[in-house]
């Protein structure tokens, strides 16, 4: 057994395209889906911009949700429902050819089902409880993602949630690359999340890194001069993991990379004087991966577009890379931040770019702020060069570090 994990299948709903050729073809084009929000209306909100999939109404999601899982379930897993339908042909797996229990679901949530919980809760103030769906128990549950393509798919091995907020995208990788090594034959995971709703809005703003800018150019602009704070996104990835001699074995013919790495750290608390985790992180995720940092072509950064955020996480990809030690990219601004599926959608963009050794640009962003940590910020149009190995980092609200380092495949 080589406990090579990699990568044999990716699922992408995303606010720049729904599948991985649309949503690739836009990342690489640097068009932007952040718009006016039109799930609600916005006025009344300091932040009016969002990232949205629309091009995934209730009809396209029958196309990959049974219609009796629509009405017991949330947009998010509607989401899951519909990436890991993707990431299973993809891989060319049916899961009625793989033992039930030696197939893992590993996801990452982080707001929840807000929008069906919030749909209930008006039902239960304006005609009683009689009113409120059986489903409220468990739609809104953080695991019933995980939870719903278990029992859709038979996958009745190791299963687990990860929430951690956008790193959770990369922690659900890393401990589905465990179950793997733990015996399980072949493991969905990723993250999704559907945070475009009146009542996670406001839950949003309480956090006072949402911005209030209303074009939608100039609105998320991590590693800028004009940052002041993210823009919300909804959608995310899910991936098929494999050990590398099954995937072999079955004929699998694509391979779209290794989990080489992966690490996570948790920051001190504010006011405690203690420096940030996330260089150490990385350094844990390469010794993982058992590479150097001159060996790494390419850094997809979480890119908080909060200042003093993106200024901490300059200063560690410069204190591992050294200044414009490696391209940097963050192509979320794209899409608005997704946040427990900003991570896996980035992993499955890093994956795309080794597939086709380009980097994609980060749009929008001009001028880096004076005295910043200088980085080698890919702007404007995707970057032609050899790649190797990628690290993808994220951070998550809360003080929650993680990296994780792909690999070509071989």
């Not at 549950?141 to 939870?147: E, L, M, P, S, V």
């Not at 010794?287 to 390419?298: L, W």
């Not at 030690?325 to 959608?345: E, F, I, M, S």
Request: one cysteine or more; charged letters at 20%.
């Amino acid at each position: 057994m080589s406990g090579e994990t990699v990568v044999t299948g990716l699922g992408v709903v995303a606010p720049t395209g729904t599948g991985t050729d649309a949503y690739w073809a836009t990342t690489l084009a640097g068009k932007s889906a952040v718009d006016r929000i039109q799930r609600f209306d916005p006025s009344g909100y300091t932040t009016q911009l969002a990232g949205e999939v629309r091009d995934f109404d209730e009809a396209a999601a029958a196309d990959h949700v049974p219609a009796r899982l629509l009405a017991q379930t949330d947009r998010m897993t509607h989401f899951a429902f519909a990436a890991a339908a993707m990431a299973l042909t993809d891989a060319g797996a049916d899961p009625a050819d793989f033992p039930e229990y030696e197939m893992a679901v590993v996801t990452a949530n982080s707001s929840g089902g807000v929008e069906f919980g919030q749909r209930e809760l008006e039902k239960l103030w304006s005609g009683g409880p009689l009113r409120v769906s059986a489903y409220m128990s468990v739609a809104w549950f953080y695991a019933a993602t995980t939870g719903q393509l278990s029992i859709l798919h038979g996958m009745r091995g190791p299963c687990g949630l990860l929430a951690t907020e956008q790193a959770g995208g990369l922690d659900a990788v890393g401990h589905a690359r465990r179950q793997l090594r733990g015996g399980a034959r072949l493991a969905l995971t990723g993250g999704t999340d559907a945070p475009l709703s009146p009542a996670c809005m406001v839950a949003q703003l309480a956090t006072g890194r949402l911005s209030r800018v209303a074009d939608p150019t100039a609105a998320y602009l991590p590693f800028d001069a004009r940052a002041g704070g993210h823009v919300p996104g909804e959608g995310g990835a899910i991936m098929v993991l494999e050990r590398r001699e099954d995937a072999l074995r079955r004929g699998v013919d694509r391979l779209y990379g290794e989990v080489a790495g992966y690490a996570a750290s948790f920051d001190p608390p504010p006011g405690s004087g203690r420096a940030p985790t996330l260089r150490r992180a990385v350094e844990a995720a390469l010794a993982d991966a058992r590479i150097g940092p001159d060996e790494v072509d390419a850094v997809f950064a979480d890119g908080a577009g909060v200042p003093a955020l993106d200024r901490a996480e300059a200063a560690a990809l410069v204190a591992v890379f050294g200044p414009r030690g490696v391209p940097v990219t963050v192509p979320k601004t794209a899409t608005g931040r997704l946040y427990a599926g900003a991570a896996a959608l980035d992993v499955a963009t890093a994956l795309l770019a080794l597939d086709d050794q380009v980097i994609p640009p980060t749009v929008h962003v001009l001028d880096p702020p004076a005295g910043a940590p200088p980085l080698d910020l890919v702007r404007g149009a995707p970057r032609e060069t050899p790649l190797r190995h990628v690290l993808v980092v994220a951070r998550g609200y809360g003080g929650f570090n993680a990296a994780v380092v792909l690999r070509a495949p071989r």
